[in-house]
């Protein structure tokens, strides 16, 4: 016995019977938020930090005995330690597996910088936060930078290691640019726009 085969689907009715599509709400690979610019732009003021206390350690030096409330002659150690601590932690950003463990430490000295200004908060003294000497009060200011740096190095160690990819060295120069500024306009002692 001979059967009719059923009638071919028509296209339009295929069609229809598709899943719509969600082309319009996945996100774009490159507006997601990019780790390995953030991890690279911290381990990069991690190494110039390490760098400067290398170039300035006289200053940097009465900078930290200061800073942490010890004895002048205590400066160096104290400097070579931090300098030693940052360039670790530098070194370990940019190390993908060892990543969690560089902002775990860049957290913890950066907290610590935040607690050690916190403390001297309206003193007048240099702090060694800035590439030339400023005798000026400790604000709050001051006290936030680390500790938003120490927020954000924390952030870093619970996300998955980032690569590097070809655009991630250009970010991070663009958000060490926006850093170095805004730090620039906050070492301003007396700017127009902070008038009432």
């Known amino acids: 016995m001979c059967t009719t085969p ?4 028509s296209s339009a009715r295929w069609a229809r019977r598709l899943p719509p599509t969600r ?10 938020p990019a780790p390995g610019s953030i991890t690279l732009f911290l381990a990069l003021l991690l190494a110039g930090s390490a760098l400067h206390k290398g170039l300035a350690h006289e200053r940097l030096a009465i900078a930290a005995a200061r ?9 160096p150690l104290l400097l ?4 030693s601590v940052e360039a670790v932690a530098a070194a370990c950003l940019l190390i993908t597996p060892l990543q969690r463990t560089g902002a775990l430490i860049a957290a913890a000295l950066w907290l610590g910088y ?20 400023r005798e000026k009060p ?16 924390g952030l870093v160690s619970t996300l998955p290691a980032a690569a590097f990819g070809i655009e991630t060295p250009f970010a991070a120069a663009g958000l060490c640019a926006l850093y170095l ?9 007396q700017p127009a726009w902070r008038k009432p």
Do not use: H
């Open 67 to 75: 800073l942490a409330g010890t004895r002048p002659s205590s400066g």
């Open 23 to 32: 082309s319009s709400s996945r996100r774009c690979p490159e507006m997601a």
């Open 114 to 133: 935040a607690i050690a200004l916190f403390r001297r908060r309206g003193e007048v003294l240099d702090c060694g936060c800035d590439l030339v000497a």
């Open 80 to 83: 070579l330690t931090a300098g």
């Open 181 to 189: 500024g805004i730090s620039e306009l906050l070492a301003i002692p």
């Open 6 to 9: 059923p009638p071919a689907r």
């Open 138 to 153: 400790v604000t709050l200011a001051q006290t936030a930078r680390p500790a938003l740096l120490a927020l954000a190095a």
